[in-house]
């Protein structure tokens, strides 16, 4: 099983609500992503998770809040966020966080959840 | 900010016919990896080259590294429809362990025409 999951795949919410995001690995990677896609633009990290704690914050806004309750799990809970935070949020899973001397493993990518925050 | 920039940004070519990116990057590197991704969908991992690598392949892939000129570059053989797409090079650069991340260029919007 090479497959990371994401629900759900589409997601409306007001400004006001608090929604979760979530994703789930069945293939035993201790590492686990968070980036934001802008439409025609490129991933951009937001959170690093390795061995269930985090490990990079890439300065994101506290109204984004991750949470990795095991090994196989991460959430990405959602509070209060802004129109110019629609985006497709996509999850990753890597075997580790670097390997031996610095190389990392191949990261694999779910499909994604379609955020539009009105 | 970006590490990769890929060129061309987008490149639109008759099925049947090869298809070739290139990635330039600015800082040394672990390895550059390139990526596919489908419309709005997530990223699929293609190829890994490592700094001591220059050159590999992979079905109708091949990526070549050159690390004096900091640039890459991914031929795809015998286009089909179905490798139309946006393709992204992402560098690995060197970092204490929990430091060092994936940064991805901007992208390169491939159309195959049937």
């Known amino acids: 099983d090479t497959e990371v999951t994401q629900t759900p795949k589409h997601l409306v919410m007001g400004m006001t609500n608090k929604k979760s995001l979530k994703c789930e690995q069945h293939?035993?990677?201790?590492?686990m992503y968070w980036y934001k896609q802008k439409a025609k633009k490129p991933p951009e990290l937001m959170f690093v998770?390795?061995?269930?704690?985090?490990?990079i914050n890439e300065s994101v806004p506290s109204r984004f809040s991750p949470e990795c309750p095991n090994s196989s799990l991460l959430n990405l809970h959602l509070h209060a966020l802004q129109p110019e935070d629609s985006a497709l949020y996509l999850c990753?899973?890597?075997?580790?966080?670097?390997?031996?001397?610095?190389?990392?493993?191949?990261?694999?990518f779910g499909p994604g959840t379609r955020l539009t925050v009105l | 900010s970006q590490q990769g920039e890929e060129d061309p940004q987008a490149l639109s070519i008759q099925e049947g016919e090869n298809a070739t990116m290139n990635c330039s990057y600015k800082?040394?590197?672990?390895?550059l990896q390139w990526y596919r991704q489908n419309s709005g969908r997530g990223l699929v991992h293609l190829i890994l080259i490592r700094s001591n690598e220059r050159e590999k392949h992979s079905g109708r892939l091949r990526v070549t590294l050159d690390t004096s000129k900091k640039s890459s570059s991914l031929l795809i053989t015998a286009s089909r429809a179905a490798d139309t797409a946006s393709y992204f090079c992402a560098t690995d650069a060197p970092g204490a362990g929990a430091n060092s991340k994936l940064t991805f260029g901007k992208g390169i919007t491939l159309s195959v025409r049937p």
């Open positions: 990753a899973s890597s075997r580790r966080l670097a390997g031996g001397r610095g190389r990392r493993d191949t990261q694999y």
């Open positions: 998770y390795s061995y269930e704690k985090l490990s």
């Open positions: 800082t040394s590197i672990n390895n």
């Open positions: 293939m035993g990677h201790r590492a």
